[in-house]
Nanobody, 127 residues
């Protein structure tokens, strides 16, 4: 069983920055592909960013490309989402997700590919 705990959300003004963290349990974190998703009120959950097990390969939604950066520290069993130049439309609950046993350069964009989810952390961007 894998447990994911997000932190780092909060209220920030437009143009500001936040860094989300997702701490994972489990001894094999280094072979998990990880992803970040978000869900705004009244909207479906959407993909934000993904990273392969080594951190060498990443992928971003067009809406966040150039502003957000996903990274990971396998020694700390943690994945991060650095969010810069935040906009009011980035307001949502942000979730991290894990796909165990994902070797090589694989990362995943579809929420259905992930096996474990965190509880979410609220990000609110004021205009």
């Amino acid at each position: 069983q894998v447990q994911l705990v997000e932190s780092g959300g909060g209220l920030v003004q437009a143009g500001g920055s936040l860094r989300l963290s997702c701490a994972a349990s489990g001894r094999t974190f280094s072979v998990y592909a990880m992803g970040w998703f978000r869900q705004a009120p009244g909207k479906e959950r959407e993909f934000v960013a993904a990273i392969n097990w080594s951190g060498l390969y990443t992928y971003y939604a067009d809406s966040v490309k150039g502003r957000f950066t996903i990274s990971r520290d396998n020694a700390k069993n943690t994945v991060y989402l650095q969010m810069n130049s935040l906009k009011p439309e980035d307001t949502a609950v942000y979730y991290c997700a894990a796909k165990p046993g994902a070797y090589g350069g694989r990362y995943y964009l579809n929420s259905k590919d992930y096996d474990y989810w965190g509880q979410g952390t609220q990000v609110t961007v004021s205009s």
